[in-house]
């Protein structure tokens, strides 16, 4: 989707002080459709709409040629786009089907524009969200958009019930140690076999569509897994273990012990069917996560991997000795901006308390060390006291770095020379120049067509050649555009930048500690910790990176 620009014939017909700025919309389904429904035709209507209610035309959307079954339309993007944006008030249409003739797709829309604040106005059926009436339709389209919705969800709530009783698994992503149909063909494909070739093959290893069988290696490391953890009785020395082994998760990466916990907390191992995990949320129909103590398990038609005494025993041990780490101590001002300069990985903060001396212990350590073991990482471990007050200390002597801060306007400079406002508005006036004159060979190729003047085939010729220049144009348009938006965008964040920074000292002392997180998030994009150094890098468009010797 694009910015909105007025093009020919697009002019503002009410504007001032509190007018509201229209979308029209028009469309035709096909190119024969324009003797008796034309673009111009409902584009005169809605102008004349607009200038008798007082309302000032943004742009004029025009979808040619162009079907209703679905939204996915150019101009109707580029409209939604510019609806999100917050550059018009108001969506006016011919008839509600110029916009639609999906209902659901209807009432999604409707919904849209009532989330963005925007009237929508259908001039012949006499729809207006800003009037009682109207709103009365937006509520009653929104009513049966709610009943669709809790009749689509009880439906595929049901189905998704039976095929679990029956034992089939309700798809989603295939469990690890397992594969399906679909999956086996498209990793053949994908390795280049024909893909008759590659369903022949597929349909040998998996012959029904939508069920489980084993995949022989992953299954492998699935008992190896259970194995590990009977024997060491704990998830991370498991997880320690598998990445020793050289094992690979299905990416090719090194496990974690989330991962692995799953997998040993997975009945799908012993062949039942896991189920009722998510549920529809009514009011948007998206998938929402169930309480576990809620999931339904029945049993499968997959081949188990593991037997019911191993699950168990794997089960009994996990309930008596899996304890998650707790990092419940404190706040960490650094949480989610330190980096392992080993490995790149994450560094979280942790707290121990002695149980004797009760003398507590606060450190920030690579979270890939403890999540995936040695054979990923050695680990760097850092006493959160002297890292914190480094990062402070900086901060506040880069508050006062007068030579520093004077680098502002050098700064802003730079960006503005970087981005060339003036050839980027030279460059933009020559396109919309392009476009009208574009838009206007269209528009003749439309009369053409209308007065018989011109045979279908060399009208789809001419006309598919004229609209591929104009997409070429707007796409121009949308990177000049982008491109000016991304310089102010950065002049500003430049701005934001040093007032954070120059103001960072104050009032220091009288903010708690979640406070003072935020306050340097604010400032920190990212700590990067070696074993003799810290980098730190702050949210400015140039690089600038502080190293030090770790306190």
Not at 3 to 30: F, H, N, Q
Not at 114 to 136: H, K, M, P
Not at 173 to 183: D, H, K, L, M
Not at 363 to 375: D, I, L
């Amino acid at each position: 989707m694009g910015k909105g620009r007025l093009r020919e014939g697009e002019s503002v017909v009410a504007s001032g002080p509190g007018s509201v700025r229209a979308a029209l919309y028009v469309r035709v389904s096909t190119m024969h459709q324009v003797d008796r429904d034309s673009l111009n035709t409902q584009e005169t209507r809605l102008k004349n709409f607009c200038a008798s209610n007082g309302l000032e035309v943004y742009r004029v959307y025009r979808d040619e040629g162009v079907s209703a079954k679905d939204t996915k339309r150019p101009e109707l993007e580029r409209l939604l786009d510019d609806v999100q944006r917050g550059k018009v008030g108001a969506v006016v249409v011919n008839a509600l089907d110029r916009i639609t003739r999906s209902l659901r797709d209807l009432l999604r829309l409707v919904d849209f524009f009532a989330e963005n604040n925007v009237r929508f106005i259908s001039i012949t059926q006499s729809i207006d969200s800003s009037t009682a009436v109207g709103r009365l339709m937006r509520d009653l389209l929104g009513l049966l958009a709610r009943f669709e919705r809790e009749v689509d969800s009880e439906r595929v709530a049901t189905g998704m019930h039976h095929r679990a009783l029956l034992g089939k698994w309700n798809g989603g992503v295939t469990p690890y140690g397992y594969t399906t149909f679909q999956r086996v063909l498209e990793e053949l494909v994908e390795k280049g076999s024909p893909e008759e070739e590659a369903r022949k093959k597929a349909r040998a290893q998996a012959p029904e569509p939508k069920k489980l069988y084993p995949d022989p290696a992953e299954a492998e490391v699935v008992k190896r897994i259970f194995e590990t953890f009977l024997l060491t009785r704990s998830v991370r020395k498991t997880t320690h273990t598998m990445n020793g082994l050289g094992m690979k998760t299905r990416a090719g990466g090194a496990w974690v012990a989330s991962s692995v916990h799953r997998v040993l907390t997975s009945p799908i191992y012993v062949g039942k069917i896991l189920y009722g995990k998510r549920k529809a949320d009514i009011e948007t129909g998206k998938l929402k996560k169930v309480q576990r103590a809620a999931w339904k398990v029945a049993q499968g038609n997959q081949e188990a991997l593991i037997s019911e005494d191993l699950f168990r025993e794997a089960k009994a041990i996990m309930e008596s000795r899996y304890q998650k780490p707790t990092r419940a101590f404190r706040t960490y001002l650094l949480s989610g901006l330190i980096r392992c300069g080993l490995c790149g990985g994450p560094m979280h903060g942790y707290t121990f308390r002695k149980k004797v001396s009760g003398k507590v212990y606060v450190y920030y350590k690579c979270h890939y060390r403890s999540s995936k073991g040695p054979t990923v990482c050695k680990g760097l471990t850092v006493p959160a006291k002297g890292l914190e007050e480094f990062v402070v200390k900086t901060l506040t002597d880069l508050s006062k770095d007068q030579v520093f801060l004077q680098d502002k306007e050098k700064m802003l400079a730079a960006v503005t020379e970087q981005a060339r406002p003036e050839q980027r508005q030279e460059d933009a006036e020559r396109l919309k120049k392009a476009e009208k004159e574009l838009q206007g060979r269209i528009d003749t190729l439309l009369e053409k067509l209308e007065a018989g003047l011109i045979q279908d085939e060399d009208f789809r010729k001419r006309y598919e050649s004229l609209k591929a220049q104009l997409r070429e144009n707007r796409a121009a348009q949308e990177k000049a555009s982008d491109t000016m938006d991304l310089s102010r965008i950065a002049s500003e964040a430049l701005n934001a930048s040093f007032e954070e920074i120059s103001s960072f000292g104050k009032n220091w002392e009288f903010l708690d500690e979640q406070a003072r997180a935020a306050k340097i998030g604010t400032i920190v994009k990212r700590i990067k910790v070696f074993e003799n150094k810290v980098e730190m890098q702050v949210y400015l468009d140039v690089k600038e990176v502080f190293r030090t010797d770790i306190p």
